[in-house]
Nanobody, 124 residues
């Protein structure tokens, strides 16, 4: 049974940094595409970053390029999202999700397993 568990969220000041973690179980990371999504209050859930199962390349939404870094650790079967230079528009609940498709897809409905989410709040 696939299970994803996020951690690492919290309150951070503008310009600060956080690292989110997603521990995966029930499958091996290298065989599935895995992504980070976020959902701010009153907004739709959006894809933030993704690692494809086909070639393990990483994709980022334009708004986080140069600030966020997604990585994976096959030994612990976990993925991470390092977030630097955070601003108020990054405030959201962050989710990790996995998809059986070989390349990254941005629409949430393609992803069949989700974690419970972790809150990130950027505020002074």
């Amino acid at each position: 049974q696939v299970h994803l568990a996020e951690s690492g969220g919290g309150l951070v000041q503008p310009g600060g940094s956080l690292t989110l973690s997603c521990a995966a179980s029930g499958f091996t990371l290298g065989f599935r595409t895995i992504a980070w999504f976020r959902q701010a209050p009153g907004k739709e859930r959006e894809a933030v970053s993704c690692i494809s199962s086909s070639d393990r390349r990483t994709w980022y939404v334009d708004s986080v390029k140069g600030r966020f870094t997604m990585s994976e650790d096959t030994a612990s079967n976990s993925v991470y999202l390092r977030m630097n230079n955070l601003n108020s528009e990054d405030t959201a609940v962050y989710y990790c999700a996995t998809d059986s498709y070989a390349v990254c897809r941005q629409a949430p409905h393609w992803y069949d397993s989700w974690g419970q989410g972790t809150q990130v709040t950027v505020s002074s």
